[in-house]
């Protein structure tokens, strides 16, 4: 029993990984490849610096 939750598990967070790696994101435009992407993170363009 046991053995099967684990295997379970495994798999129900590998689909979440993979889910998550194949979404298309907000800064995936193509502004993204001119340094405007980060605009779109939680902290802003500025980054974390002063969280």
Do not use: E
């Amino acid at each position: 029993m046991y053995t099967i939750l684990v295997v379970a598990h495994v798999l129900v967070s590998l689909a979440l990984i993979i889910l998550v790696l194949v979404q298309h994101g907000k800064g995936a435009d193509a502004g993204a490849a001119f340094g405007s992407g980060a605009s779109g993170t939680v902290f802003g363009s500025r980054g974390s610096a002063n969280f």
